[in-house]
């Protein structure tokens, strides 16, 4: 699986503002708000789903605790159909979560409110504080997760300046959650 990323930061704002000459059309969508730079992460389409092939894989249980963790975050191929959802919804989410940060809004319930409100159900929608750094300190932000189709996942934070969106594949178990942020 490749992975694009691609970061819209000052030049975005300038052009968005209306600074210097007019954007192209293939920049035409709206650029960041009071100085949040936004950060794509998109997994491309993976292999067709399904069963392709009789390879059976033959491993002895239990598996090593290592190896099962690493299994579990291994994160499922999208079809065409799911990478087509999740690109739309992380369209879709983006402005509502550039708001946020442009307001420096942080809290959990205006997150949740931001992505229930552009058209996804709360059931979808998971969102959670920053863990607490070394010295005991909330940073400010908030993280989200946004299941869509049947396994795509669009996942990341808003925090002061920063709004990251990824979109990914669900992992083994159908979770949409990121161990770090």
Not at 5 to 31: I, K, M, N
Not at 75 to 96: C, F, I, M, Q, T
Not at 116 to 144: H, I, K, M, R
């Amino acid at each position: 699986m490749g992975l694009l990323r691609v970061v819209v930061g000052a030049a975005a704002v300038c052009a968005a503002a209306g600074c210097g000459t007019p954007a192209p059309a293939e920049q035409a969508a709206p650029g960041p708000t009071a100085g949040c730079a936004t950060t794509y992460a998109v997994t491309d389409v993976g292999e067709p789903v399904g069963p392709t092939s009789s390879h059976v894989e033959i491993r002895e249980l239990p598996l090593d605790p290592a190896e099962e963790d690493r299994l579990g975050k291994l994160r499922l191929p999208l079809s065409a159909r799911d990478h087509a959802a999740a690109l739309e919804a992380a369209g879709r989410v983006r402005p509502a979560l550039e708001l946020l940060c442009g307001a420096g809004e942080f809290g959990l319930t205006a997150a949740r409110d931001a992505v229930t409100g552009v058209g996804y159900p709360a059931n979808d929608v998971y969102v959670q504080p920053f863990p607490p750094s070394a010295d005991g300190a909330t940073p400010p932000g908030v993280a989200y997760t946004l299941h869509v189709g049947d396994r795509a996942c669009v996942t990341g934070h808003v925090r002061p300046g920063q709004v990251v969106i990824d979109v990914d594949g669900a992992t083994r178990d159908g979770s949409c959650a990121k161990v770090s942020y």
